[in-house]
């Protein structure tokens, strides 16, 4: 069965600190995508990945920064969060499109104190 | 650029009434079109998709969508709805098969005993 997980489902940080979330999937997918989920916004793509170590810039990505050093992780970095930072984090995956079926984890809730 | 509009934020339907969630999409050619829902508590999952050939789409749990080249819709239907589809369902886009896709910002629905 197809699976994507994250690190952690919920996470407490302070305004500064840097911040890791991470993803790995087991589908040996080529696609990777990191979404913030806001109510009223909908789902925002922060970064997506169509390969290892390549990347490239979704709808939001002030402030975020990805690294994936092999294929079936993506992390998400915040630098030095921020409380505008504080929202849910989707990590997804997909075959070799990104119209391929995107297949999701199950969140993080990020607050940034 | 493409983009995705749910008119309805939250729609509220009685168990076993029928049910159709709105979307319309702002794109020249014919785009990929899907329909994902989101449980409590999990990630999203797709429920059907569109790229090309018979309108009418049938998808997973019962749901069908039917894409409205004239009317730039694809509106979300099923004929009889049960508590367990109490969820939030997301529109989304990709004007071609290598694009991004672009989420709609969510129709929540609730359902009445």
């Known amino acids: 069965d197809v699976k994507v997980t994250q690190s952690s489902r919920y996470l407490v940080k302070r305004t500064g600190e840097k911040v890791f979330l991470e993803c790995v999937q087991d589908m040996d997918h080529e696609n990777m995508f990191w979404y913030r989920q806001d109510p009223g916004l909908g789902l925002r793509l922060i970064y997506f990945s169509y390969d290892v170590k390549m990347k490239e810039k979704g709808d939001i990505p002030e402030g975020y920064s990805v690294s994936r050093e092999k294929k079936e992780r993506f992390s998400l970095i915040l630098e030095s969060a921020s409380t505008n930072q504080t929202s849910m984090y989707l990590c997804?995956?997909?075959?070799?499109?990104?119209?391929?079926?995107?297949?999701f984890g199950p969140g993080t809730r990020l607050t940034v104190l | 650029a493409q983009s995705v509009t749910q008119p309805d934020i939250h729609i509220t339907v009685s168990e076993g009434a029928s049910l159709e969630l709105r979307c319309n999409y702002s794109?020249?050619?014919?785009?990929?079109l899907f329909w994902y829902v989101q449980s409590p508590g999990q990630g999203l999952q797709l429920l059907l998709k569109?790229?090309?050939?018979?309108?009418l789409v049938q998808g997973i749990k019962g749901f069908e969508a039917e894409f409205k080249r004239s009317q730039s819709s694809f509106n979300l239907r099923k004929p009889s709805v049960h508590w367990s589809d109490a969820a939030e369902y997301f529109c989304?886009?990709?004007?071609?098969?290598?694009?991004?896709?672009?989420f709609g910002k969510g129709t929540r629905l609730h359902i009445l005993p």
């Open positions: 794109y020249g050619a014919t785009p990929y």
């Open positions: 997804a995956s997909s075959s070799s499109t990104p119209t391929d079926t995107q297949y």
């Open positions: 569109y790229f090309s050939g018979d309108t």
């Open positions: 989304a886009v990709g004007a071609n098969r290598d694009d991004k896709i672009i």
